[in-house]
């Protein structure tokens, strides 16, 4: 008898063996990402578990298995290994009374869909110079419902929140619409009208990402608080009248070194790029560009690095 229970044991460990290592759980991160969206936080930070498990029946081998996903508790620790892509979201920043966009180019969850990634990163971020915000993290809109991409358009649907975001001044609040364009805009590689819906009804606003939103002058090299050689390089972009683009590094608040560059203008973006010989230390470089009617601020850009010899 004894030998007869071993032998059902053995046959009952096999069959277990053979039929576990034939379950292959699919990939079903779209059709979560899908069924999710009206999560207040995005569906693709929300990992699924799988479960497995085998019922046995007596007189008989009867071996079952199951694979079922369901949502993890809220702000469950990030899995290690998971994928990435970097994305260019914008930041808003004011200079002088005009409100300018700022490009950021930010790592986040790679879902496989560029755009879906681009716009859930650009709701959740948050800009690490003080004097930058992220109008999407002030004013949220109630929630992100879906995202549709098409080849004409991109319909991005909120849950209920215009009348929040009404508090926000107009400035303002055309830049954060022009936050979105941009962002879409740079995922998708050409202008697209974004489309504005609120809980999936008729879109209520329709925006074109518009070239005079983005700051005239922007600073592209050194990157923010990097530890660098001398001399520096110092590269940027400008779109100024007659292409003029003065610049500034200061140690603390004296100024060490200045000068002035040629770049786009007429709607135009150029680079320009200058090199400066520094001693050791911490510097901000500020690129700037000047009304030739009045002499104030119309726009510029900063960064802030360290100079440290190998």
């Known amino acids: 008898m004894s030998d007869h229970r071993s032998n059902i044991e053995a046959d009952l460990h096999d069959a277990v063996q053979s039929y576990g290592s034939s379950v292959q759980p699919g990939d079903r991160l ?99 110079d003080s004097g930058r915000t992220n109008a ?3 004013c949220p809109m109630g929630g992100l419902q879906s995202i549709e991409e098409s080849a004409e358009r991109v319909v991005v649907s909120f849950g209920q929140g215009r009348a929040t975001c009404s508090r926000q001044s107009p400035p303002v609040r055309a830049a954060q619409l022009q936050q979105l364009a941009w962002t879409v805009r740079d995922a998708v590689g050409t202008a697209v009208p974004v489309e504005i819906s609120e809980q999936g009804l008729e879109p209520w606003r329709t925006v074109d990402p518009d070239a005079a939103a983005v700051s005239p002058v922007l600073l592209d090299a050194p990157a923010p608080d990097a530890t660098v050689a001398s001399p520096v390089a110092v590269e940027g972009r400008g779109n100024t009248f007659e292409g003029n683009v003065q610049w500034e590094v200061l140690s603390g608040d004296d ?37 030739m009617e009045d002499g104030t601020l119309q726009a510029e850009d900063s960064v802030s690095f360290t100079v440290d010899q190998p």
């Open 136 to 138: 999407w993290i002030t």
């Open 30 to 128: 779209g059709e979560i990402r899908r069924a999710t969206r009206g999560r207040s936080r995005p569906a693709w930070q929300q990992p699924w578990l799988l479960t497995a498990g085998a019922a046995l029946a007596t007189a008989a081998v009867v071996v079952g298995a199951f694979v079922a996903a369901r949502p993890a508790a809220e702000d469950p620790p990030t899995v290690a290994g998971t994928p990435e892509r970097d994305v260019m979201v914008y930041e808003i920043g004011q200079v002088g009374g005009q409100w300018w966009l700022y490009p950021e180019r930010v790592a986040t969850r790679d879902t496989g869909n560029v755009v879906d990634d681009s716009v859930r990163a650009l709701l959740e971020y948050e800009p690490a």
């Open 255 to 291: 100024v060490v070194d200045s000068g002035f560059e040629t770049a786009g203008t007429m709607g135009t973006f150029r680079p320009f790029r200058f090199t400066v010989d520094l001693p050791d230390g911490d510097y901000t470089v500020r690129a700037f560009a000047i009304s």
